[in-house]
């Protein structure tokens, strides 16, 4: 399979614990993004990654969150001391440049309990 | 700022029946994309189209019709004979460069049979 690949599909975690998720991007797709998606709405961006720089942030990216993509290849996400406000579905894609079309992954479901 | 607007939350048809989204959006950008996706129970984004904003042609693939109206800043969606395969979440999303997405809120459509 050569999509958008995310790890782990489900995560159930108590509130105040760190949190990381994976995102692997189609291999030859320079730009990685970041968005996340509460229940019933549409996904919201959070940040992207142009190779191995983090081009921009969302204000919607707290400073519990951060996010890596080194060597340009995979990216992870981290949430620090999660909270309730944290539950959602935490989407990453990738695209070749900035004028195609960014394809998703299955997303990761974050559970805050 | 941008913003997408899909005022239908929920459609519901019977199959066989033809059925339009609409789709609205802001923006004060001249160059601009604009999408649909559509979300499966499954939760992962499938990309169905894109357009620029110079390229007001109307397009069909298959069952599916787009019909971009700069005039009017939108771009709605027609799925002709629809199908129960059809039952999905479907988001319009507008681009600029650097190509972060805005998404509307989604539609939800139900294809009964």
């Known amino acids: 399979d050569t999509g958008v690949s995310q790890d782990p599909r489900h995560k159930i975690t108590k509130r105040g614990q760190n949190v990381t998720f994976r995102c692997d991007p189609i291999?030859?797709?320079?730009?990685l993004y970041w968005y996340r998606q509460t229940l019933g709405q549409g996904p919201e961006f959070l940040t992207y990654?142009?190779?191995?720089?983090?081009?921009?942030k969302s204000r919607l990216l707290s400073d519990r969150f951060s996010a890596e993509r080194p060597k340009g290849s995979f990216s992870t996400l981290e949430i620090q001391r999660t909270e309730q406000g944290d539950s959602a579905m935490y989407l990453c894609?990738?695209?070749?440049?900035?004028?195609?079309?960014?394809?998703f992954g299955q997303g990761t479901r974050l559970t805050v309990v | 700022a941008q913003k997408v607007t899909q005022a239908q939350t929920e459609i519901s048809v019977v199959e066989k029946e033809d059925v339009t989204l609409d789709c609205v959006y802001e923006?004060?950008?001249?160059?601009?994309?604009l999408f649909w996706y559509k979300q499966p129970p499954s939760g992962e984004l499938v990309f169905l189209i894109r357009?620029?904003?110079?390229?007001?042609q109307n397009e069909i693939s298959g069952r599916y019709s787009w019909n971009f109206q700069k005039s009017t800043s939108s771009f709605n969606f027609t799925i002709t004979a629809s199908q129960v395969v059809d039952s999905a979440v479907y988001f319009c999303?507008?681009?600029?460069?650097?190509?972060?997405?805005?998404f509307g809120e989604g539609t939800q459509l139900t294809v009964n049979p």
């Open positions: 990654f142009q190779n191995e720089a983090q081009l921009e």
């Open positions: 999303a507008l681009s600029d460069l650097p190509s972060r997405l805005t």
């Open positions: 923006t004060r950008d001249t160059t601009y994309y």
């Open positions: 357009r620029n904003s110079f390229d007001e």
């Open positions: 291999s030859e797709h320079n730009r």
């Open positions: 894609a990738s695209s070749r440049g900035a004028r195609n079309e960014a394809f």
